[in-house]
């Protein structure tokens, strides 16, 4: 069964992008679509970015733990809400704490805005840097416009076949690239 790591970024007082994981979470655990789990960068509470991990002489023990998270991931759902046009600062943190980590991961993204334009404009950079850092990025993306009233605070769509169709599309897309970098996958 493959491994899916799903990272909730958001570290906002009231944030709305967690519903999203939360039904993920449940849906690929439901459909038994692989084993899942959610990093949730405000447990993670990373400091700001003042190095590498690979390059730090001390790093914190919740560093290693996100590290190990995503290497032993065979894929990884980036939820990314938009915050002024871009990426939301406690996800870029985060990404650009790994290097390796992310070569040839294969990494969906759902964009998430509170609006109706569903933070399709954060997306471009945040997947040009996952390109930079040698991940394969899947084209597939779920886009969530009025997160608010799509789904409840744990996470429960207000239509719930509409969203499923969406969401298991959108996860055996990851799940076809998690199979193909499988079955490419060549002696170290
Ligand atoms: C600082 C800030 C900037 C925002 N900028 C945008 C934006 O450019 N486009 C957009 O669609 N929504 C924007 N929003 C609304 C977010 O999409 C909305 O707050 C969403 O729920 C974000 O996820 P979060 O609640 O999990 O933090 C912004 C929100 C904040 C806090």
């Known amino acids: 069964m493959p491994k899916i790591a799903i990272i909730s970024p958001s570290v906002r007082k009231g944030r709305n992008s967690h519903r999203i994981a939360l039904y993920l979470l449940d849906l690929i655990k439901g459909m038994n679509l692989a084993e899942v789990e959610i990093l949730d ?6 400091p700001l970015f003042n190095e590498r991990l690979k390059y730090q002489d001390s790093p914190l023990p919740e560093m290693i733990d996100f590290s190990e998270k995503i290497k032993s991931a065979d894929g990884v759902i980036i939820i990314s809400p938009e915050y002024n046009g871009g990426p939301i600062a406690s996800l870029k943190n985060a990404v650009d704490l790994l290097t390796d980590e992310w070569r040839r991961k294969p990494v969906a993204f759902v964009t998430v805005s509170d609006g109706n334009f569903a933070g399709t404009q954060a997306i471009i950079s945040l997947q040009f840097t996952l390109w930079k850092l040698g991940a394969i990025t899947v084209p597939a993306t779920m886009r969530i416009p009025n997160i608010i009233s799509a789904f409840d605070e744990n996470g429960t769509p207000s239509d719930k076949q509409a969203t499923d169709k969406r ?20 002696p170290e």
């Open 167 to 186: 969401g298991i599309n959108f996860v055996r897309e990851l799940l076809w690239y998690i199979e193909a970098k499988k079955r490419m996958a060549a």
């Open 41 to 46: 960068l405000l447990q993670y509470n990373f």
